[in-house]
Nanobody, 126 residues
Framework: QVHLVESGGGLVQAGDSLRLSCAAS????????MGWFRQAPGKERVFVAA????????YYADSVKGRFTISRDNAENTVDLQMNSLKPGDTAVYYC???????????????????WGQGTQVTVSS
């Protein structure tokens, strides 16, 4: 498994930007597809974005496409999520996750991920 630690969450206003970061250690980072999921209060954890091991493939939920950008640095063992034009509906705990199996569209499924971070809270006020 991979040990994952998220950072960068906070309280912002609608229209603002935030950048989340996830630091990884353990299993060879570059062999993992990395994903970001989010969970709003009382709701299921849902897919936000994913990036292939090479960084060449990026995938987004329709709700964030055009506003969020996922990127990774295999030399630094980090994966980031740049979030622009934030909306109150983006309020959730954001989780970083890792998997060595699967490809699009299956990597939207949280069941494929075997390593998870502890989450970071993002709150967007109107």
């Amino acid at each position: 498994q991979v040990h994952l630690v998220e950072s960068g969450g906070g309280l912002v206003q609608a229209g603002d930007s935030l950048r989340l970061s996830c630091a990884a250690s353990g299993r060879t980072f570059s062999s993992n597809t990395m994903g970001w999921f989010r969970q709003a209060p009382g709701k299921e954890r849902v897919f936000v974005a994913a990036i292939s091991w090479s960084g060449e493939g990026t995938y987004y939920a329709d709700s964030v496409k055009g506003r969020f950008t996922i990127s990774r640095d295999n030399a630094e063992n980090t994966v980031d999520l740049q979030m622009n034009s934030l909306k109150p509906g983006d309020t959730a705990v954001y989780y970083c996750a890792a998997t060595t199996v699967g490809s699009w569209p299956h990597i939207q499924l949280r069941q494929l991920y075997d390593s998870w971070g502890q989450g970071t809270q993002v709150t967007v006020s109107s």
